[in-house]
């Protein structure tokens, strides 16, 4: 009979500790959350946030507070969307953005958005085709990269109250429908025409006004050979007429048998087998010419 007592009330307290003992465990195993790197953990109490645990290990109270959601904060990248838009010259044009973002506060995310990839995809689109609207097709294609910064700070204004940031977000490509890509084709082709023909005219005009400057300079060059002659031509008849008047007449009639007899060398030296007919007078002059160079070299 005592032994039944005794076997019973071992069993029961063993029992008992074993209830306890489970009961630590478990409230250690609840009390106790290790948080990934790449996670934070959203702790709720009776349905109301209580706190955000983020990396390594963190105590909650076990049985009132539960993890009520992990969310990563890796970055993540939505996939790559197209929309139309029309630009400011009335040109349909279809933008592909991608756009990668982060969570920084999860209790602003999911208490307040419900899916997040949708809303950020749609508040990309509606900022892509506000700002592509105020542009002309031009001004697109050729400030794409300031573009792409002001679409990423506009969407950092919207989302910021979903606990979000952007880190990226691109303009990928810009296309054309096929009838705006060939009235483009037609007008780069013009453009490049245009160009060509300025080009050559402006060649033509250079090439005009160096052949003028030639013949500028040639006349220039001309005026001073001429000049220099003309001097050279009254420096000698300088020389002459200060030998007229310190000689008298002789030294002009001297000046006249020398040109005279110059004439009758070169005329006797020219090749040919022509004939000259001198008149008498002209051999008289010749030699009194002869008879004043003799007395002039006496």
């Known amino acids: 009979m005592d ?16 209830l306890i003992a489970a009961l630590l465990i ?36 076990p049985f009132i507070d539960r993890v009520a959601h992990r969310v990563s904060i890796l970055e993540r990248q939505l996939p790559n969307s197209s929309q139309d838009a029309i630009t400011a010259d009335n040109v349909l044009v279809k ?17 307040r958005i419900r899916d997040v990839d949708g809303a950020v995809l749609t508040t990309v689109a509606g900022i892509v085709r506000a700002e592509i609207g105020k542009m002309e097709l031009d001004q697109v294609q050729s400030n794409r ?6 679409i990423k700070q506009n969407v950092e204004e919207a989302i910021e109250y979903w606990g979000i940031e952007v880190t990226r977000a691109e303009i990928l490509d810009v296309n054309l429908d096929d009838a705006t890509r060939e009235a483009m084709l037609q007008q780069l082709n013009a453009e490049r025409a245009r160009r060509a023909a300025v080009t050559q005219a402006e ?20 005026a001073k050979a001429r000049r220099v002659e003309a001097e050279a031509e009254a420096f000698a008849t300088a020389v002459v007429s200060a030998a007229i008047q310190d000689n008298g007449l002789e030294a002009a009639q001297y000046q006249v048998a020398l040109k005279q007899v110059e004439a009758l060398n ?14 008498a007078q002209a051999l008289e002059a010749f030699g009194n010419a002869f008879n004043m160079l003799k007395g002039g070299r006496s």
Do not use: C
């Open 26 to 61: 478990l409230s250690v195993f609840l009390g106790v959350k290790i948080v990934p790197q790449s996670e934070k953990y959203v702790i709720e109490r009776f349905g109301k946030l209580r706190a955000v645990l983020g990396p390594g290990i963190n105590l909650i109270v």
């Open 3 to 18: 032994l039944d007592f005794l076997s019973a009330n071992f069993s029961g307290g063993a029992i008992l500790t074993l």
């Open 203 to 222: 060649g033509q005009k250079r090439a005009v006004e160096l052949q003028a400057d030639a013949e500028l300079y040639a006349a220039e060059q001309a």
């Open 145 to 150: 990269s300031q573009l792409t910064e002001t």
């Open 95 to 111: 933008v592909e953005t991608s756009v990668f973002y982060r969570i920084l506060e999860p209790e602003k995310t999911v208490y």
């Open 266 to 279: 070169a005329l006797g030296g020219s090749g040919g087998s022509q004939t000259v007919i001198v008149p």
